[in-house]
């Protein structure tokens, strides 16, 4: 945006961390996404923050996968992601792993366990959970706890060397029992999974939780602004804990707002199951609210990063509406976007004082808004033509300025016609709109003298190619989805994708995948990438104006 925004809460307290000196005043931060999905638009908001703030103050950002839980992490995923952010325009300082911390966070375990303050545990889950008590009654330790120091070191390395089942055991931090929170009642350290990692293969058989891997990994690389969203408020006492008792570089954990839309889920593992039930045609399906689904329905890089910046940065959760993404994607292509004719719904009109086999060709510039317009490219022209259906009415009200019996129009690029006459078939559907048309009313060159109120699009009969234009609406009903779970069978929008066959201009055969395309009247719309050379598909990536009621706010 141009004008300067006021700082958000989080550049106040890195300004005041660099006032004070902190840190030799550097700002590391990291990006940290577990490698079990495709990326959203609410990891853009954590990636534009984070990568964001380094810039803004010279810093640096490492890309981190979360990749301690062997089951769900797959290589695909790490590749998408990689992808993703580049795209986005981001720049890592290094890739790195949670998991190339493995041996380190081994050696941290053992330390702890050294200094009395962790030990290995025989319970269930079950009984753990009833030994941590509730909220407002303490825990009550098992005799595991008070195990001796030697014991701890030799059973964890057995965990470690293979010795034990799955959920055998489990190394606890010995923490506080009867702390209000309830994530300082002893948690877990590791737990033991026989399962193969996506990077360190069948080498370890036990696991960091997440607990006991995120703070160390931001210490390790000396991330000084640890961002992550609100629910891990509770989890930064025990972050600074081991910290503490590690002696490690002080990372510090600050907590934002998670980014919600409406009528979108904003989950991996929500995002999972559409795919998986087959709700979209995979994780980059144009309705998805995915980076991946997004860039194929034709968001740009710099329209998302525009949303970013205009949300903001808040403490409180928030429901963001759908209608400010697609206002910045617009905005953009506004200004951005070729101008094209497509026609989706199609009725021939037949100029009867054009002379028949005759032909030529008309021009119109790719794209007005930018000076010079960006070149122009041949229309031709010839008697037959398409225009759209809902562009023509037998009775026509006083304000209907398109076509209908005697009224004139122009057609873009070309000339004013005027309807003389109209065919119906025996179901009264219009099959042919007869006009003439005024050879002095050449757009560019109009000496008629004849003004008219209305410009439509059309394409010569032909001329014209055909081409799959699919139509994307919300993917859900509910305008709240945060809390929607499993069944989402009643909650998706039937109307989500239509896909239409449309005439379009012949020079949309030349179309290219990353280049926005206005369809004069139409709406937006960009190539897809199932598109043949017989085949074309267009994608609409949002109409010409917001189409949903609700007022969008300009932040
Ligand atoms: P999901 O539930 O979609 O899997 P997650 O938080 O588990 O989300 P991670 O891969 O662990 O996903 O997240 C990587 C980073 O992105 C974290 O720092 C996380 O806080 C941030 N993030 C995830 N979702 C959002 C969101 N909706 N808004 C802002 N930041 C988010
Ligand atoms: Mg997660």
């Given at each position: 945006m141009s004008e300067k925004r006021s700082l958000n809460f989080i550049e106040e307290i890195v300004e005041e961390d660099i006032r004070n000196g902190k840190n030799g005043g550097k700002v590391f931060t990291r990006f940290p996404p577990e490698p079990n999905g495709y990326l959203h638009i609410g990891h853009a908001k954590s990636i534009c923050l984070n990568f964001g703030l380094a810039q803004e103050y010279g810093g640096q950002t490492n890309l981190r996968?979360?990749?301690?839980?062997?089951?769900?992490?797959e290589t695909e995923y790490v590749e998408s992601i990689k992808a993703d952010v580049k795209w986005l325009g981001f720049t890592w300082a290094n890739e790195l792993y949670?998991?190339?911390y493995f041996d380190l966070l081994y050696a941290f375990a053992l330390n702890l366990i050294q200094k009395g303050l962790a030990y290995v545990d025989d319970s269930s889950p079950e009984e753990i959970a009833a030994q941590k008590g509730t909220p407002t009654e303490p825990g009550t330790p098992k005799q595991?706890?008070?195990?001796s120091v030697e014991e701890n070191e030799r059973l964890f390395k057995e965990m470690h060397d293979g010795k034990y089942p799955d959920g055998a055991k489990v190394l606890r931090a010995?923490?506080?029992?009867?702390?209000?929170?309830?994530?300082?009642?002893?948690?877990?350290?590791y737990r033991i999974k026989h399962a193969h990692h996506?990077?360190?293969?069948?080498?370890?058989c036990i696991y960091p939780m997440y607990d006991f891997a995120h703070g160390q990994s931001d210490s390790i690389e000396n991330i000084t602004h640890s961002l992550c969203t609100l629910e891990f408020i509770p989890h930064r006492e025990l972050y600074n804990w081991f910290i503490e008792k590690l002696e490690i570089f002080p990372s510090q954990q600050y907590e934002f707002a998670r980014l919600n839309i409406t009528y979108t889920v904003m989950s991996k593992r929500k995002l999972l199951q559409l795919v998986n039930q087959k709700?979209?045609?995979?994780?980059?399906?144009?309705?998805?609210?995915?980076i991946s689904g997004l860039r194929r329905r034709g968001y740009t890089a710099a329209s998302i990063r525009d949303f970013c910046d205009r949300i903001g940065v808040a403490k409180r959760e928030n429901l963001i509406d759908y209608s400010l993404l697609e206002f910045c994607i617009r905005e953009e292509l506004n200004k951005t976007a070729w101008r094209r004719m497509a026609v989706l719904d199609p009725v021939k009109v037949v100029i009867t004082n054009y002379p028949e086999g005759q032909e030529e060709m008309l021009h119109g510039k790719?794209?007005?808004?930018a000076e010079g317009g960006e070149g122009s490219r041949d229309i031709p022209f010839s008697r037959e033509l398409y225009i759209e259906?809902?562009?023509?009415?037998?009775?026509?009200?006083?304000?209907?300025f398109r076509l209908g019996p005697g009224l004139m129009v122009r057609l873009k690029n070309a000339y004013i016609i005027q309807c003389e006459d109209f065919v119906k078939d025996e179901n009264g559907q219009i099959t042919e709109i007869r006009c003439s048309y005024i050879?002095?009313?050449?757009?560019?060159?109009?000496?008629?003298?004849i003004n008219v109120k209305g410009t439509i699009h059309w394409v010569s009969v032909p001329h014209a190619k055909t081409a799959e234009v699919r139509l994307y609406d919300r993917?859900?009903?509910?305008?709240?989805?945060?809390?929607?779970?499993?069944?989402f069978e009643d909650l998706i929008?039937?109307?989500s994708l239509t896909a239409v066959t449309a005439f379009i201009e012949?020079?949309?055969?030349q179309a290219e995948i990353g280049r926005g395309y206005q369809f004069i009247r139409k709406g937006y719309f960009c190539l897809d990438p199932d598109s043949t050379s017989g085949n074309l598909v267009f994608n609409r990536t949002v109409t010409l104006k917001d189409t949903w009621a609700k007022e969008v706010k300009k932040c």
């Open positions: 996968f979360d990749d301690t839980n062997p089951v769900t992490e949670a998991s190339d595991y706890r008070s195990r010995k923490a506080d029992l009867a702390s209000p929170n309830m994530h300082m009642r002893d948690p877990l350290m996506h990077r360190t293969g069948n080498k370890w709700f979209v045609s995979g994780w980059d399906d144009p309705r998805m609210p995915t790719n794209n007005p808004e259906r809902e562009d023509f009415m037998e009775n026509a009200p006083k304000k209907f050879p002095e009313s050449k757009s560019g060159q109009d000496t008629s003298g993917l859900f009903t509910a305008e709240d989805m945060g809390s929607a779970e499993g069944n929008n039937p109307q012949p020079d949309l055969t």
